[in-house]
């Protein structure tokens, strides 16, 4: 009996992967406030910088963080892409703009989708502001933000991005 | 007093989208025996393997290296994985070097590779994380705005990027085991290819690729079996930072400022654009050319776009500092492989091996290699004269 023998090149052998998420205690904290519609970060107690998320120490100074911080709700874009490929699963249609941004408190970016905005219009240095879900739908999650949009206010200075207060004015050292 | 080491033989696969005809273990043996013969040596004169990989996710294939001891010879001797990000080919070789350097062992085989087509190494790298929302898109996406803050620091002209795109292309071209052939490409081509994450343009980006890359690096004594001149390692360094702190320069990143401060001072160099003959720099996206040129000091910062605009870096234009005359990250990227393609170039270089993208009379060459969200990084320098 002869068989034509084909090269095997491929064969479908799906991985799936399902992980538990052991938060910690600063992201635990995190995750609850964000629960209850706030976004929050720690200040480090050597260099007084604020993080978010806070994992419970300082990366630069390595020691740990404690002192908790509310956030504003309002940002500023400290760079930002603007991304034409889907991200799979995500319904999210392309071009999509996602944003490094920091909000007024901390000294750190995170990144998050832009919205309500003319893509060619965003820039370094905008204001921006966070858009909440309905509270009946917030849970552990960042995605309790759906997104930012841009905001009436002036520009902030490129040397200034980062160094705000929660009041959305440069904090005096 | 770290002994001598040098390369003493290379090999790698050709680069391609998918390397059908063979599975990962047969891909690297197919570079181990090539580095094997150009050393003048078998599996038999190995004393220890030092392999190295990306995210095991890459491929699905969860510690490789467990089954990979058999197919690179190692049964009955040492074997040892790294893993450092997109820098591990890098960090693989300096292993390896190291375990020579200490008088430990007498001749490393080492081998990296990546098998791109078996997996998505892009989503495999954009997983959700519990704090934060999902929207990574590959690291194209990840290194898009810092790639935009350079523009705005610097000024530099929008098409700089493009003129590198090009550049490492027609380098490319020139070499017969690059992914990418591309004799005819234009920056126009380039300009016109499919936006991807804005600033960044489909031909600004590295492709996806299957191969391996090896070395073989010996003690001082046993540089003689091959037939070619060795490869002396003059300098060898790793740096590392955390992917994020407030404040942290993420176009200019310390850790690299200090890694290229390191092997410079090891091998002697104060001015690496007058000092080195040629230089192999993990570019994978067009605009790190000119901020590597600055990060590692061939221009003060702000001035690195102009170097690659004048042709500086560039062998089709005769400039004084050619920047990855294989095609680089750009025309050929095995992830995990590429970092040690970057070492190897440079050892073939200095041995005066490299073909059609040889840098007439190449002395002096740097290997360089960058992952995660360049926070890591590893470099070498190698000559052709004994330090």
Redesign the interface.
């Known amino acids: 009996m002869s068989e034509a023998r084909e090269?095997v090149?491929?064969i479908e052998?799906p991985?799936y992967l399902q992980y538990q998420?052991t938060?910690g205690r600063a992201?635990s904290r995190?995750?609850s406030a964000l629960k209850q519609g706030r976004l929050t970060g720690q200040r480090?107690p050597g260099?007084s910088?604020?993080?978010i998320?806070p994992r419970g120490a300082?990366?630069?100074c390595g020691i740990a963080t404690e002192e908790e911080v509310t956030l504003s709700n309002k940002a500023t874009v400290?760079?930002?892409?603007?991304?034409?490929?889907p991200?799979?699963g995500?319904p999210?249609k392309p071009?999509y703009i996602?944003?490094?941004l920091v909000p007024d408190g901390a000294?750190?970016s995170?990144?998050?989708?832009l919205s309500e905005c003319v893509n060619e219009e965003v820039h370094?240095g905008q204001r921006v502001q966070a858009v909440w879900k309905p509270e009946a739908e917030w849970d552990?999650k960042?995605?309790n933000?759906i997104y930012y949009k841009p905001l009436d206010e002036p520009d902030v200075p490129?040397e200034l991005i980062?160094k705000l207060g929660v009041d959305g004015r440069e904090v005096q050292p | 007093m770290a002994q001598l080491a040098a390369v003493i033989g290379t090999g790698q696969t050709r680069y391609k989208t998918k390397r059908g005809d063979v599975s990962i273990a047969g891909l690297l043996r197919e570079a181990a025996v090539n580095a094997l013969e150009d050393a003048g040596l078998g599996f038999e004169d190995i004393d220890a393997v030092v392999i190295g990989k990306a995210p095991d996710m890459f491929e699905g294939v969860v510690m490789p290296e467990c089954y990979l001891a058999d197919a690179l010879g190692a049964n009955g001797k040492p074997m040892l994985r790294v893993h450092t990000a997109g820098s591990v080919g890098g960090s693989t070789a300096l292993v390896a070097a190291s375990h020579v350097q200490s008088g430990t062992f007498k001749r490393v085989l080492t081998v990296t590779y990546e098998k791109q087509s078996e997996s998505n190494a892009m989503w495999a790298l954009s997983t959700p994380q519990p704090f934060a929302v999902h929207l990574n898109a590959g690291a194209g996406g990840y290194f898009a705005p810092i790639i935009r803050e350079y523009m705005r620091r610097s000024k530099a002209p929008w098409d700089v990027g493009i003129k590198v795109a090009v550049k490492d292309r027609l380098h490319g071209a020139r070499n017969p085991l690059a992914h990418l052939h591309k004799p005819d490409i234009t920056m126009k081509e380039v300009e016109e290819s499919m936006m991807l994450w804005d600033p960044l343009r489909l031909l600004e980006a590295c492709p996806s690729s299957d191969g391996a890359c090896a070395m073989v690096i010996a003690a001082e004594d046993a540089v003689d079996s091959s037939a070619k001149p060795p490869a002396w390692i003059r300098g060898g360094a790793m740096r590392s930072e955390p992917t994020m702190y407030a404040g942290r320069e993420e176009v200019n990143p310390r850790a690299g400022r200090d890694c290229a401060a390191d092997v410079y001072a090891q091998a002697g160099i104060r001015d690496p654009r007058r000092d080195l003959d040629v230089a192999e720099i993990y570019v994978p996206f067009s605009w790190y050319e000119p901020m590597w040129l600055e990060n590692l000091g061939f221009a003060e910062e702000g001035q690195g776009w102009r170097l690659t605009m004048e042709g500086a870096t560039s062998l089709d234009e005769g400039g004084d500092i050619p920047w990855n005359p294989s095609g680089g990250v750009l025309s050929s990227n095995p992830i995990g492989a590429s970092g040690m393609i970057r070492f190897a170039e440079a050892a073939r270089q200095v041995r005066g091996d490299a073909g059609a993208h040889q840098v007439e009379g190449a002395k002096l060459a740097m290997g360089h290699a960058y992952g995660g969200g360049a926070q890591f990084f590893s470099m070498w320098i190698v000559g052709a004269d004994k330090p």
């Open positions: 090269p090149t491929g052998a991985v998420f938060a992201p995190f995750l480090c260099c910088q604020v993080y998320p300082c990366p630069a400290q760079s930002f892409t603007i991304v034409y490929i991200i799979p995500n999210i071009p996602v944003a490094n000294n750190i995170f990144i998050h989708l370094i552990y960042m995605d933000i490129v980062g």
